[in-house]
């Protein structure tokens, strides 16, 4: 279970999961921060005496019933393995609300989520003595992923290896780096996404730019509008564009709010959305508000507003 299917750190994390596992009855589930919790309690116990292991990596659960769901899924046999970097999870972590008898719990921000995971479960090798040639031929997948989802892009192809993936379709990219190679040489499918890409691109701009409102909050600029898929494409354009802006995009692909920040931003974007019972990172994060796409970006770039002016910024 990971955040995506159109993530590229969390299609990276599950596939280091899958090809860990090979050989084994592998079910992998995708989720978007606000279908985590129904996501999780859809999860059944095994048979008595089956066993499981249950991964969620990338994301993390927001209700007290889900974390009721998994404590009673791991008294049933489950081992129950969370590896994640967003900031919420890491605050709630050392807030002491989460309660669950983990097997493996990796939450932390050194990496994203993906290069956690392998690393974790590279070493699980070294110490069972095990030789897994086809797990770890995914280290460049996986630098990859974690040179885009932390925005440094110092490795050539992460930024468009995470825009092919954005493009695909349903779990494609999923069932395409299952099976790829350690160059991570594209398959047909993600040659088909890359050629969508650039024209799907410049329409969710010319869309974002069409219904953008702005608001002021003090010193801090909201922006917000409308995109087709692409947030961190429009987030990271506006961005350098403007100044100590928090950037609000309804994503009609997802239906769901992604907040990103200009570079000198200070606010914590983490703790925005969480006011709509989301999360993330300071510096990207998301939601989802209820009947906000029957609105406009008048009403998103007010919320949002608002929201702002009680999370604050940074002393």
Same mark, same amino acid.
């Given at each position: 279970m990971s955040h995506g299917p159109h993530c590229l750190d969390g299609v990276t994390a599950a596939v280091a999961v899958a090809r860990f596992h090979a050989g084994r009855d592998v079910r992998t589930r995708f989720a978007t921060n606000p279908e985590i919790d129904a996501t999780v309690r859809a999860v059944a116990p095994p048979p008595p005496g089956a066993g499981a292991d249950l991964w969620i990596t990338d994301i993390g659960w927001r209700e007290p019933e889900t974390e009721g769901h998994l404590r009673a899924l791991a008294a049933a046999g489950v081992r129950v393995h969370w590896i994640d970097h967003h900031r919420t999870a890491i605050e709630r972590l050392r807030g002491g609300a989460v309660d669950v008898p983990f097997t493996t719990m990796v939450v932390e921000d050194t990496y994203a989520a993906a290069r956690l995971t392998w690393e974790h479960l590279r070493d699980r090798l070294v110490r069972e003595g095990r030789d897994a040639p086809d797990f770890l031929a995914l280290e460049h997948l996986v630098m990859l992923a974690d040179d885009n989802d932390r925005w440094i892009h110092a490795l050539p192809g992460s930024r468009? %290896?995470?825009?092919?993936?954005?493009?695909?379709?349903?779990?494609? +990219?999923?069932?395409?780096? %299952?099976?790829?190679? +350690?160059? &991570?040489?594209?398959?047909?499918?993600?040659?088909?996404?890359?050629?969508? $890409?650039?024209?799907? &691109?410049?329409?969710?701009h010319a869309l974002a730019e069409r219904t953008r409102r702005d608001r002021r909050v003090g010193d801090v600029t909201v922006a917000a509008a409308w995109c087709a898929g692409y947030p961190s494409e429009i987030g990271d354009a506006w961005g350098r564009q403007s100044p100590n802006t928090v950037i609000a995009l309804y994503d009609t692909r997802s239906e769901s709010v992604s907040l990103r920040r200009s570079?000198?931003? +200070? $606010?914590? %974007?983490?703790? &925005?959305?969480?006011?709509?019972?989301?999360?993330?990172?300071?510096?990207?994060?998301?939601?989802?508000?209820?009947?906000?796409?029957?609105?406009?970006?008048?009403? !998103? +770039?007010? !919320?949002?507003?608002e929201a702002v002016a009680r999370v604050g910024t940074p002393r």
């Open positions: 468009e %290896l995470a825009l092919t993936v954005a493009a695909m379709r349903g779990t494609e +990219a999923y069932e395409s780096l %299952l099976g790829v190679d +350690a160059a &991570v040489t594209p398959t047909p499918a993600m040659r088909a996404a890359e050629a969508r $890409v650039r024209t799907e &691109v410049a329409a969710t570079p000198a931003c +200070a $606010v914590d %974007l983490s703790r &925005v959305a969480e006011t709509f019972g989301g999360g993330g990172h300071a510096a990207a994060a998301g939601c989802r508000i209820p009947d906000i796409g029957s609105r406009d970006a008048e009403a !998103l +770039a007010a !919320l949002i507003a």
